[in-house]
């Protein structure tokens, strides 16, 4: 089991950019694919970014290509989304999230036991 920790929102300006973390707990954080889901006031939970448990495979949702970058440090128990070139429509709840799923690249939030609070970004001028 692993508990997890967003920190980093905050209101940025459109075109701004943003670092979000999340840290885990435990000392298995590496076997764990992690991934970022948002959720917009309204709307569903939607998939953002998931990166492999060995940092080096990563899958993005189309709206986020080309701006957001998903990393981990598993030395650190932390993962990371670098978030640039922000929108308006950026704005949700930034929720990490923790699984074992041996499917790649598991995109569905359904496939992901662990949550961890989430954190408001807020995408304004």
């Known amino acids: 089991q692993v508990r997890l920790v967003e920190s980093g929102g905050g209101l940025v300006q459109p075109g701004g950019s943003l670092r979000l973390s999340c840290a885990g707990s435990g000392r298995t954080f590496d076997r764990y694919v992690m991934a970022w889901f948002r959720q917009a006031p309204g709307k569903e939970r939607e998939f953002v970014a998931v990166i492999h448990w060995n940092g080096a495979i990563t899958d993005y949702a189309d709206s986020a290509n080309g701006r957001f970058t998903v990393s981990r440090d598993n030395a650190k128990n932390t993962m990371y989304l670098q978030m640039n070139s922000l929108k308006p429509d950026d704005t949700a709840a930034y929720y990490c999230?923790?699984?074992?799923?041996?499917?790649?690249?598991?995109?569905?939030?359904?496939?992901?036991?662990?949550w961890g609070q989430g954190t408001q970004v807020t995408v304004s001028s």
């Open positions: 999230a923790a699984t074992v799923a041996r499917e790649w690249p598991p995109r569905s939030r359904y496939e992901y036991p662990y």
